[in-house]
């Protein structure tokens, strides 16, 4: 049988899993591995989220079908955070959606939205469902710098210029996923204000919503007046409330966009588990403080791992939002790529990261660090990595060798 079906020749391999591949045999071969690959929060959900769903799976009324849509309480319940939060008003029956995690929502808004050959624009390094999402819909993609300033909106500005057939959305998603970039009012009515003349769609992703530091809470792009013209907003409760195994998200916003996902979603679920539902709006109605010990913890993670760093002589950014470090590869090891850096990484210093060129080819220069692992760990990590870069001839050649070998298998 031709196992080349069109949907997946549209995929290309993943770049995660030669890594996660070796990952995995350097576990089986008994080494501790100390793993900021994938984003996934390692903090327990906090317990009065565990015991609502503990409660409410006890009534047998909920083990039924839920409701595609989302229970009428958590939709309000989102509108409520939307309120308090940013300021924003959602009608919560047209303008406000559940979904079974963000990633979902964004790929069955791509299937609602697309047609064949429709072009998207998308920040390159972006979160691979950011593109991919749009190529499994038979979408083409237009890249566009992922920096939120006046060298983005000149290209955002050309692309829709020079491209047929005309872009119909465009994806943003600040504090960024993997560059922990983060974006203004100022810019987001910069966007909105374009895209509403060009009749462009906007597709927000607003995961990080709540994993900022230093006080400085990230905009919602709905607050600005008009947004809801063109713009849908995807937010989750995997990193507010390190809930990423329960699948809950949103998508907000224009009512049109709202109802095409609803439409889409109709046809292929019936909504995340009730008790989960229940679960989550306890999240969002009831105490905030476990937020602010989460966004602490990342925030501690996050100074010790960049002063680690730093002390083993690897200057990084800073990042003001999210849960990762956007980190260039250091000076000795640039020309190997992220690829082979992280193998060279996991080999040598036993610490896991993700290859930026798994974010796209723009993000190759780089490797991802999710602050995912406590700071005991995080110490141990920045030692084994100031070990490798004081003396990095011998992984230097070992990497060369590898190259050598795969260069004589091909
Ligand atoms: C930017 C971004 N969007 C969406 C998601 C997926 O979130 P969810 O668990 O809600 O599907 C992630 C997960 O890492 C992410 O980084």
């Known amino acids: 049988m031709n196992t080349e079906f069109h949907r997946i020749r549209r995929l290309p391999p993943y770049v995660f899993a030669e890594v996660n591949a070796m990952k995995a045999a350097a576990r089986a071969a008994g080494a501790d591995i100390i793993d900021f690959g994938m984003g996934n929060p390692d903090l327990p959900t906090p317990p009065h989220i565990v015991e609502k769903l503990v409660e ?48 979902e ?35 083409t993609v237009r890249y566009l710098p992922v920096e939120p300033d006046d060298a983005f909106l000149d290209a955002l500005e050309r692309a829709v210029l020079h491209s047929q057939p005309k872009p119909v959305a465009l994806v943003l998603c600040y504090p960024s996923n993997p560059t922990a ?6 810019f987001y009515a910069k966007v909105v204000e374009f895209c509403r003349a060009q009749d462009i769609i906007i597709l927000s992703d607003l995961a990080y919503s709540e994993i900022y530091f230093d006080g400085v809470p990230p905009p919602s792009i709905l607050q600005i007046p ?48 009730t008790p989960i539902q229940v679960a989550a709006a306890a999240a969002l109605n009831g105490p905030q403080d476990c937020v602010a010990e989460t966004r602490a913890i990342y925030q501690e993670r996050r100074d010790v791992l960049v002063d680690g760093l730093v002390r083993a002589g690897w200057d990084v950014p800073v ?11 250091p000076e000795p090891f640039t020309a190997l790529g992220s690829v082979a850096f992280s193998k060279l990484l996991l080999k040598h210093a036993h610490v896991a990261v993700s290859p930026g060129l798994g974010f796209g080819e723009n993000g190759d220069g780089h490797v991802r660090i999710a602050l995912v ?38």
């Open 226 to 273: 008009g947004a809801k013209d063109v713009a849908v907003e995807f937010t989750s409760l995997s990193k507010t409330y390190s809930m990423p195994g329960w699948r809950i998200g949103f998508a907000a916003g224009n009512p049109r966009l709202i109802g095409a996902l609803a439409r889409v979603k109709s046809y292929l679920d019936y909504g995340a588990f």
């Open 319 to 329: 990042p003001s939002a999210s849960m990762y470090i956007w980190a260039p590869i």
């Open 373 to 410: 692992e406590n700071t005991q760990r995080i110490r141990q990590a920045t030692r084994s990595i100031k070990q490798l870069l004081s003396d990095p001839d011998k992984a230097l050649a070992d990497a060369a060798d590898a190259a050598q070998m795969s260069v004589a298998a091909k």
């Open 181 to 186: 970039l983060t974006a203004d009012l100022e």
């Open 105 to 139: 929502g964004l790929a069955n808004l791509a299937q609602a939205i697309t047609g064949p050959g429709d072009m998207i624009l998308v920040p390159n390094p972006s979160y691979p469902i950011h593109q991919f999402g749009f190529i499994i819909a038979d979408g």
């Open 56 to 103: 409410t799976v006890q009534d047998p009324r909920t083990h039924r079908y839920s409701n595609s849509r989302g229970i009428p309480g958590l939709r309000k319940a989102l509108a409520g955070y939307y309120q308090k939060r940013f300021g924003v008003t959602l009608d919560p029956e047209t303008e406000a959606i559940v979904t079974i995690g963000s990633k």
